[in-house]
């Protein structure tokens, strides 16, 4: 019989509609760090790229379109690995993550946010034994060509972020695209949030640059979908120099 944790207020976990862990999973809300985060935004700020709403919007939808060929690829591609135990695919996908964050704040960006996610994963119950095994498995998998004889003794490393949310939406009974709309929508109230700090914009105009990301998801996510392993990427030399600079930036309200 399957065990049930129950919360303060005496509620099953296994009691949480679908919908509602994906909304959850998708939330700003969610203690992992992202609104710490603007991505390159407040950079291309600083740069004089972003000044309004207009341009905003306008840097966020090719952002949003370069996450699509990008991380929402691999991202589809991890889920129904998880859920089928897929250990090959799941250690390239993991290998990719590692290899395409470009600059420090990238790289930590995803480090960090992959870890404080398990933090929060491992109480809900959500994971099997099985697949938390299987991520232990894959932090400790070398980063560079080191023989498979070393694996086993190989220090684990910070999951990255979107390994462990497509462990945490594998877990759940949605369609694939439902879990990357989602996911894709969280990704732009955070940019969103981020904007209206950085450029600054007020609440209204905000709305709209979210209106303009809104329109765009259903066309990522279907680019994501169709995307195959062999062509994924994330080659973006302006966002890379950018978000160098940024690690140096005079002032600064974020981390990346």
């Not at 989602?182 to 904007?195: C, S, T």
């Amino acid at each position: 019989m399957a065990t049930i944790t129950r919360t303060a207020m005496g509620t099953s976990t296994d009691a949480i509609a679908p919908l509602l862990r994906l909304m959850w999973l998708a939330s700003p809300a969610l203690p992992i760090g992202a609104f710490s985060y603007s991505e390159g935004l407040e950079a291309a700020v600083d740069h004089g790229l972003v000044h309004d709403d207009a341009s905003a919007a306008h840097w966020l939808s090719h952002q949003l379109t370069l996450m699509a060929r990008g991380d929402l690829a691999a991202l589809a591609q991890a889920i129904p690995a998880w859920q089928s135990g897929d250990e090959a695919t799941l250690t390239s996908v993991a290998a990719w993550l590692r290899q395409t964050r470009d600059s420090a704040e990238a790289r930590l960006q995803s480090e960090q946010m992959g870890q404080s996610l398990m933090v929060w994963l491992r109480p809900q119950g959500m994971a099997s034994a099985g697949q938390l095994a299987l991520m232990e498995r894959l932090m400790r998998a070398p980063t560079d060509h080191t023989a498979f004889a070393t694996l086993a003794t190989h220090a684990p490393s910070p999951p990255h972020y979107i390994l462990v949310m497509a462990l945490a939406l594998s877990t759940i009974d949605v369609p694939l695209a439902q879990a990357l709309q989602a996911q894709a929508f969280g990704w732009a109230e955070n940019q969103v949030q981020a904007a209206l700090k950085a450029v600054p914009l007020g609440q209204t105009a905000g709305q709209r640059v979210l209106t303009r990301l809104a329109a765009d998801i259903p066309q990522a996510v279907a680019t994501a979908l169709a995307t195959p392993p062999t062509q994924r990427q994330l080659f973006a030399p302006m966002l890379s120099i950018l978000s160098a600079r940024h690690e140096t930036q005079y002032s600064r309200l974020f981390r990346s």
